[in-house]
T-cell receptor, first 114, second 118 residues
Framework: GAVVSQHPSRVICKSGTSVKIECRSL??????MFWYRQFPKQSLMLMAT?????????EQGVEKDKFLINHASLTLSTLTVTSAHPEDSSFYIC??????????FGPGTRLTVL | AQKITQTQPGMFVQEKEAVTLDCTYD???????LFWYKQPSSGEMIFLIY??????QNATEGRYSLNFQKARKSANLVISASQLGDSAMYFC???????????????FGKGTKLTVNP
């Protein structure tokens, strides 16, 4: 199955700073990647769908100017949390679909904003 | 309306026993896929099993099987011979649509926390 990596695995930052999270597909060229957010003891909520070479599609209620997504190549998508605040502290996890029956997830990035 | 419903916030099972985790779904699309994932405390999402809406037989993967009842819109996960390492959160998810383009999103239920007791 597909291998998806994320970097960093954990980040702590001060309020007001920006944080970039990388999601890499190691063995599959993904035209589409998905970014999810998971608050403690909650389910995964889709934030946006990242499309290679075009603009991302954001879910309702997700601020596109705050969560910048770039999918410049078939193996890399990045999520930048701009001007992070404590309420942005969460577990961010990317995912790619390899076929109709498979969807794999990265190991996730735990963001803590002080 | 919620697309995926998992009514069991927590479940307990004795080691070596079987356990069923419930999942019901709501869709009007005739083409869809159902997924189960395991999430241990480390946070990674581990794919367990997939069932397509047109599949005639219930999916099985080792100790995992999916009890697919299409008319009732249920897709329960059965774990046989539970092991201590099975303790984790389990999420049911659905993808709708017959478009194979790859942009259809996966929607998750709230999850069930399974605890396997020795």
């Amino acid at each position: 199955g597909a291998v998806v990596s994320q970097h960093p695995s954990r980040v702590i930052c001060k309020s007001g700073t920006s944080v970039k999270i990388e999601c890499r597909s190691l063995d599959f060229q993904a035209t589409t990647m998905f970014w999810y957010r998971q608050f403690p003891k909650q389910s995964l909520m889709l934030m946006a769908t990242s499309n290679e070479g075009s603009k991302a599609t954001y879910e309702q209620g997700v601020e596109k100017d705050k969560f910048l997504i770039n999918h410049a190549s078939l193996t890399l998508s990045t999520l930048t949390v701009t001007s992070a605040h404590p309420e942005d502290s969460s577990f961010y996890i990317c995912s790619q679909r390899e076929g109709p029956e498979e969807q794999f997830f990265g190991p996730g990035t735990r963001l803590t904003v002080l | 309306a919620q697309k995926i419903t998992q009514t069991q916030p927590g479940m307990f099972v004795q080691e070596k026993e079987a356990v069923t985790l419930d999942c019901t779904y709501d869709t009007s699309d005739p083409s869809y896929g159902l997924f189960w994932y395991k999430q241990p405390s480390s946070g990674e999402m581990i794919f367990l099993i997939y069932q397509g809406s047109y599949d005639q037989q219930n999916a099985t993967e080792g100790r995992y099987s999916l009890n697919f009842q299409k008319a009732r819109k249920s897709a329960n996960l059965v774990i046989s011979a539970s092991q201590l390492g099975d303790s984790a959160m389990y999420f049911c998810a659905m993808r709708e649509g017959r478009n194979q383009g790859g942009s259809e999103k996966l929607v998750f239920g709230k999850g069930t926390k399974l605890t396997v007791n020795p």
